[in-house]
């Protein structure tokens, strides 16, 4: 009884700050051109996002203030990028986010003139990359087992010039109750070169293109589902 009581909060007060951090952007140092918090993330413990109504669901922020960074990356348009995601700042390739926090892992881009200044917060933004679910695995499952690197590709199509880039993962844990999903998410600032600029995305706002009831936010990891569908609009395809 002590021992199964013992267990219980062991395993509340590790997933309590078993969160994540999208840190570095194609193998560079952590918080070089990707706006992380401004501590490890351990101390005190990240505060995931749980309202999608707030600005800080578009760059963080709020709870988790994050540090300026006037780093922009050069990105060729239609390259493989490489976002590392870690438990903590300081957490090494094996401690990437804990394994009950199942969910999707995204990427959204949005073209800005100063990606240095911009808040991330409003209209413009088109998603890149999503991994859900395939029946079995999840997202954060292929995450965990890639080392924390999340591969996705940036279109060859787009305009070049300055970027958000925006990290996404949701962790569906405690997502059967309302504004239980943990939504984690970092923007590292990208300069996108050699463009084709021959389709320009349809856009949404963040915050406004999730609400709390959507079906990939509402959403009971427990009940046997089969299928899932990530919150947010479709994959921009070029
Ligand atoms: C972005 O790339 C273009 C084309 O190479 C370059 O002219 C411009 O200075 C770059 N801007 C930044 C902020 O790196
Ligand atoms: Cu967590």
Not at 35 to 49: A, E, N, T
Not at 106 to 128: E, H, L, P, Q, R
Not at 174 to 188: I, S, V
């Amino acid at each position: 009884m002590k021992f199964s009581t013992s267990l219980a909060i062991a395993a509340a007060a590790s997933s309590a700050s078993a969160h994540t951090i999208f840190v570095s952007l194609n193998g560079g140092a952590i918080g070089d051109g990707v706006r992380v918090p401004s501590y490890d993330g351990l101390k005190p413990s990240l505060q995931p996002i749980t309202e999608v109504t707030s600005n800080d669901i578009a760059c963080n922020g709020g709870p988790n203030p994050t540090t300026a960074t006037s780093k922009v990356i050069t990105v060729q348009a239609g390259s493989t990028a490489k976002l590392t995601w870690r438990h903590s700042l300081t957490s090494g390739s094996g401690d990437v986010i804990d394994a009950s926090h199942k969910g999707p892992v995204m990427a959204y881009m949005k073209k800005v003139s100063d990606a240095t200044k911009d808040s991330g917060v409003g209209n413009g933004w088109f998603k890149i990359a999503e991994d859900g679910f395939d029946g079995t695995k999840w997202g954060v499952d292929r995450l965990i087992a890639a080392a924390g690197v999340q591969t996705i590709t940036i279109p060859s199509c787009i305009a070049p010039g300055q970027y958000l880039l925006r990290g996404e993962l949701i962790a569906l844990h405690g997502a059967q109750t309302a504004k239980g999903a943990q939504f984690y998410m970092e923007c590292a600032q990208i300069n996108v070169t050699g463009g084709s600029a021959s389709k320009t995305p349809a856009t949404v706002s963040l915050p406004g293109a999730y609400s709390a009831n959507d079906k990939g936010i509402l959403f009971n990891l427990y009940g046997g589902a089969k299928t899932y569908t990530p919150p947010g609009p479709s994959v921009f395809a070029c």
